[in-house]
């Protein structure tokens, strides 16, 4: 076990991690980061390494693909003073400061620590999924619905609660026809947005059907769907495929310690990036499933840096 202890920990490697990396490396706060190996089933760098093209990052015109702008902020992180670990944490102690960190590669310190460990869309592992995924399929239909590959084409979205009536909906505008995929004879989202989607002329819904599989060789053309009453098949031609069946919040390292809400993200105090114990803060999508960007991401991992480096100066001082 590490004796130092650490003035800040950053776990998680997404925007979130790296622009908190980035200000408490500016404030000489040289922090520890563990960008994770393979935590959650995504590569150090966080959901954007799966995302071909990012049009939405301010200050990147002509957009850049995600793992290039992962990249980019990793550099930024290691230039600024931080040092990072390419380990997974498996399991921390919050009972009392310093807080201990657990990783396959050992024990360590740390007086404060942000959590960035995001969240991981949930998937249906459906047959051609792996073979299609960012070729046509995604779990994000605001990062990459604007794509030329969905312009004036069918898309269909798979889910009946608000983010997929939401999703939907924002698809209208680049799509042709948005074929709506619901497992039962009725949506769960909220009844605004249940009439907002079933009164919009470019948007399907298909009741009682569910995806079997995922066609096309480089590309998405088309999703095979049954009836599960009838049971009855057919192909929707589509060339693109967006779940929106949920994300899973990486908090089970946490074994509890924290406070969560209903849903299992991490929750913060309103306005800050506070979490349930003092010296712990939150960043990103593991405390946010409303926006889920990478912009919002990167601002709460300011938020996070700041409020720790608040907290270590004002105990310097006392």
């Not at 908190?20 to 404030?27: E, F, H, K």
């Not at 949930?122 to 399929?137: A, D, F, T, V, Y």
């Amino acid at each position: 076990m590490s004796t130092t202890v650490e003035n800040v920990i950053i776990i998680g490697s997404g925007p979130a991690g790296h622009t908190a990396a980035i200000y408490t490396a500016r404030a000489d706060l040289k922090p520890l980061m563990f960008e994770g190996f393979m935590a959650g089933g995504v590569a150090a760098g966080g959901q954007l390494t799966t995302t071909t093209e990012i049009e939405n990052f301010p200050g990147f015109p002509e957009g850049l693909p995600g793992p290039e702008l992962m990249d980019r902020m990793r550099a930024q992180s290691v230039h600024c003073g931080t040092r990072i670990e390419t380990d997974t944490v498996t399991s921390v102690d919050l009972s009392k400061r310093p807080f201990r960190v657990v990783t396959d590669g050992g024990e360590f310190l740390a007086q404060t620590l942000i959590l960035a460990t995001g969240a991981t869309a949930k998937r249906l592992s459906l047959p051609g999924e792996e073979k299609l995924w960012q070729r046509g399929i995604s779990a994000c239909a605001v990062c990459d619905g604007a794509l030329p590959l969905f312009r004036q084409k069918p898309l269909v979205v798979i889910g009946g609660g608000d983010t997929a009536c939401e999703e939907a909906t924002y698809l209208t505008k680049f799509g042709s026809v948005v074929h709506l995929l619901v497992r039962r004879d009725v949506l769960r989202a909220s009844k605004a947005m249940q009439d907002r989607t079933k009164n919009n002329p470019k948007i399907q819904i298909h009741w009682f059907t569910e995806a079997l599989e995922a066609l096309g060789d480089k590309t998405l053309t088309g999703v095979k769907v049954k009836n599960n009453q009838t049971g009855a098949t057919e192909v929707i031609e589509a060339a693109g495929l967006f779940y929106a069946i949920g994300h899973e919040p990486n908090t089970k390292f946490l074994d509890g310690q924290l406070e969560l809400d209903e849903t299992g993200y991490l929750k913060t105090v309103p306005g800050t990036a506070r979490t349930s114990v003092k010296g712990v803060f939150a960043a990103g999508d593991v405390q946010d499933k409303v926006y889920r960007q990478a912009i919002t991401a990167a601002g709460s991992g300011c938020m996070a840096a700041l409020e720790a480096e608040r907290l270590l100066s004002e105990e310097e001082t006392h």
